[in-house]
């Protein structure tokens, strides 16, 4: 009987044991200092016009937002508008620089000589230029293969051209677009090796007016497609084919709510996960080890828009056959694009 009674006060002082080593762990837990929580990563956004535009800059601020929408309190996004003179560029990008912010993407070509003036200075600190060619060791270039969009665009407007004659508008005779205008033709002579192709460069990629100008002297001279590659200028494309009734397209953004009844199709940039890609290879390193990051097909940073009701059905399979074929490698629209003269 008395061994019993010793067994039974052992396995009471045993539970009494754990139940104060619990209640002590307990107290640590709740009592230790906490860890400050993780500062967000800080991504600036500098834009040549408005995040309104139906074009280049609100397709770069859906992209941060998209990011912004995945990683939450994660990371901090800010952004400024209508930064377009190069004089302006250079104290924007100090600006953000000086208050830390991790990251600082300028959405332009423009803003190229101003990045690699003031990168170096901020040497911790990511800058991105928005194509572009040069580069500094804490800045890489993103971009677009505008030839495989500018490719698809031709191959559509001469599928849907009822007179043979289709036109491709754009602003300044930069890289990035000359590759899509060359796709262009490309891809409409594939359909029709005779088709007339109509080209002209505003010289401002804000110039709606000049464009609005040209695509009605276009039309005129029996275009009845034309797709346009600018900024603000695609504003003007779109004036001029409510008022004529041609067919346009678009870029980068989907245009038709501007003229749902004229516009066929649009190719549409998706920033975002190339923004992550960016963010995350920074964040890891603290350096970049690739220069270049392309949007394309085949990573979904290009995809095209709905179709126009009116677009035949065999029209749509075709385009989404040589959109295949794009991605899968099989038709290298880069490696048919002629060197750009100068």
Known sequence: MGWRCLRIEKKTLLVILLIILVAIAAIYVLTRPKAPPAAPFRIALILPGRIDDVSWNQAAYEGIMWLKDKYGEAIDITYTEEVYEVAKIEPALRDYAEKGYDMIIGHGFQFMEPIVTVAPEYPHTA????????TVENSIVYDVRLEEGGYLMGVLAALMSKTGKVGVI???DVVEIYRGHEGFKLGAKSINPDIEIYEHYTGDWRDAEGAKEAAISMFEMGVDVIWHSGDGL???VVEAAKEKGFWFMGVPVDQSSLCPEKCLSCVVYSW?????QIMNDWREDGKFDKK???ASFANGGITLSPFNPAVP??????IEQVK?????GQLNITAMIPPKAG
């Open 127 to 134: 800058f991105l230029l928005g194509t572009g060619y040069k």
């Open 170 to 172: 754009g602003g300044c």
């Open 234 to 236: 695609g504003l003007g």
């Open 272 to 276: 975002g996960p190339l923004f992550e």
């Open 292 to 294: 270049f990051y392309w």
């Open 313 to 318: 059905k065999d029209v749509r399979d075709t």
């Open 324 to 328: 295949q074929q794009i991605i899968s």
